[in-house]
Nanobody, 121 residues
């Protein structure tokens, strides 16, 4: 089983910054893409940012220029640096990992428990 543990969420004023971390552990053979999704109250879950194994990144238009995704392959960890935060960034942020388990075949999709990010005006 692959487990994802998120940290770094909290309350911050508009214009402030937060750094989210997500560490993957368990019977992992390899990790492909890693990313962050968010879900605001009453809204659908949406992709925020993703980073492929080769390092290429993808961002939602709403966060381009403000958020930066990165990964530390040695630690099986993905980060989301969030700057210039806005109240509309308030949501539960979920880590997502596409990984190959050591025993099971194929690439599987794993989710973190979610961490709350609240941006006050």
């Amino acid at each position: 089983q692959v487990q994802l543990v998120e940290s770094g969420g909290g309350l911050v004023q508009a214009g402030g910054s937060l750094r989210l971390s997500c560490a993957a552990s368990g019977s992992i053979f390899s990790i492909n893409a890693m990313g962050w999704y968010r879900q605001a109250a009453g809204k659908q879950r949406e992709l925020v940012a993703a980073v492929a194994s080769g390092g290429s990144t993808d961002y939602a238009d709403s966060v381009k220029g403000r958020f930066t995704i990165s990964r530390d392959n040695a630690k099986n960890t993905v980060y989301l640096e969030m700057n210039s935060l806005k109240p509309e960034d308030t949501a539960v942020y979920y880590c997502n990992v596409h990984a190959r388990p050591r025993v099971l075949s194929g690439i599987r999709d794993y989710w973190g428990q979610g961490t709350q990010v609240t941006v006050s005006s």
